[in-house]
């Protein structure tokens, strides 16, 4: 395992917005300080206000601030960090952080770099999973003309997903029901993937039309050591980018919850791996069967779910596990105990195509009360910039069981106030009055199939 060059005191916040917020605390829990790199759109931040010291990194669009990764690892050295936390996003799982961060012999709070390249290529981690025995879609290898494309297709069968090898979050990624769409798509999908990744690769699987998104979250330290926090659902998504989860899923069966355990922490052991990671899958309810994804080498969006229903603090270990402790917790120790589930409230008018509406802050009166966590960067008078993704909060609630976490989510966000901008809040919590969610028999693909006409179409709620 790697050495620790030196003790960890000062660490450098690579990131914004709520996740920023989030490491400041987690920070200050630990006895650390804090230094947060911002573009010069978040000089006057939540986080910015937060931290120790705040160092502006560069101008406001994120190409010349928050994705330089020698801006930011010279203004992490110059500051005397020892460590750089770089948050999810921007360059969260980019291998150049990682060896950026050794050239001054900083510590990057994440996973080794070969873990990061082995898991950063898509096709790289499905042979990883084949090569550790876990079930991976049926698929092709890397594509990258139309008569390939075609040839794959009729091997796989239609339907079938074409998706971006170096990159996810639903870039790339085109679902293709018969012959006579596949070149059409194709193009499309590999110029979206050049544009977005720099690299118009894509390769084939098999599309599952009912398909649920199910992920591991798995906690490894330097020493060797591996346990997984259980399982979360990811189902409720719109073009591939999640909207609500929860933990843990509430349609597992015990026996697969368990081999999805096993599969995730038989992947992470294949990379050496340490620090936070998320090992994702398609989870087919009607063959009941289960199938490899990806590997997310950094702390999610969603992971306060499982802090809340584990009891464990998923960005202190990170902290600890950089600073070359061992883990908090064994295997043994980690049990799930009643339901949490979470919201992303975005910037966003849903009712109108889910235009981002940036814009100030009027009114900004929270929720509180028994089982309610907010994760946010913002508050009353906040500009919310146009450059950045568009959440504004998370709001989660835990309950002793599912029925009383979405009860418990949902008088939260009617009680949620936000004036001066259009939210998510409001389709947010009509999603958890639905009877599917209810049931939990929604799909990834449920929202915009099912859901939003409907949706729309009705007198909104109140």
Request: include cysteine; proline fraction near 5%; charge should be negative.
């Amino acid at each position: 395992m790697l050495e620790i060059a030196q003790p960890i005191k000062r660490v450098f916040v690579a990131n914004r917005g709520e996740i920023a917020v989030r490491i400041i605390r987690a920070c200050r829990a630990e006895g650390l300080e804090v230094v947060v790199g911002v573009s010069e759109a978040d000089r006057q931040s939540m986080a910015a206000r937060m931290a120790d010291r705040a160092v502006c990194l560069g101008p406001a669009p994120a190409s010349q601030s928050y994705l330089r990764a020698d801006l930011i690892t010279t203004a992490a050295h110059g500051t005397g960090c020892q460590a750089v936390h770089p948050g999810y996003g921007f360059l969260s799982e980019r291998a150049e952080m990682s060896r950026a961060c050794d050239t001054y012999g900083i510590t990057f709070i994440g996973p080794p770099v070969d873990a990061i390249e082995a898991m950063g290529d898509k096709l790289s981690a499905i042979r990883l999973a084949k090569a550790a025995g876990v079930p991976v879609v049926p698929g092709s290898d890397k594509l990258s003309s139309a008569s390939e494309v075609q040839a794959a297709a009729e091997s796989i069968g239609y339907p079938c997903l074409l998706k971006a090898s170096a990159g996810g979050g639903g870039r790339g990624m085109r679902i293709v029901r018969d012959p006579r769409g596949l070149q059409a798509e194709f193009e499309k999908a590999s110029a979206e993937a050049l544009a977005a990744f720099g690299d118009g690769t894509v390769y084939l699987e098999k599309f599952i039309e009912r398909a649920k998104h199910i992920e591991i979250q798995v906690l490894g330290d330097r020493h060797g050591n591996l346990v997984h926090l259980f399982d979360r659902d990811c189902s409720v998504q719109r073009r591939h980018q999640k909207l609500i989860e929860e933990s843990p899923s509430p349609v597992l069966p015990p026996a697969r919850r368990q081999e999805m355990a096993d599969a995730a922490l038989a992947l992470a052991r294949g990379v050496s791996y340490f620090s936070a990671g998320t090992v994702e899958f398609v989870y087919d309810a009607d063959a009941d069967r289960f199938y490899f994804l990806e590997m997310n080498t950094r702390v999610q969006v969603e992971h306060p779910v499982t802090e809340l229903v584990t009891g464990v603090d998923i960005v202190r270990e990170q902290l600890r596990i950089a600073a070359g402790e061992r883990l908090s917790v064994a295997q043994r120790d980690i049990v799930v105990r009643g339901h949490a589930i979470e919201c992303r409230i975005n910037a966003e008018n849903p009712r109108q195509g889910f235009l981002p509406a940036p814009g100030r802050i009027k009114r900004w009166q929270v929720p509180e009360g028994e089982g309610m966590r907010l994760d946010t960067h913002c508050e009353e008078g906040y500009l919310i910039p146009p450059y950045y993704d568009s959440m504004v909060a998370k709001l989660i609630a835990f309950g002793s069981d599912r029925t009383q976490a979405i009860e418990r989510l949902t008088s939260g966000l009617n009680r949620f106030q936000i004036d001066g901008i259009a939210t998510t809040a409001e389709l947010n919590r009509d999603v958890l009055q639905s009877q599917a969610f209810k049931e939990a028999s929604v799909t990834t693909r449920w929202l915009e199939t099912e859901f939003l006409s409907q949706w729309n179409a009705s007198t909104p709620m109140r």
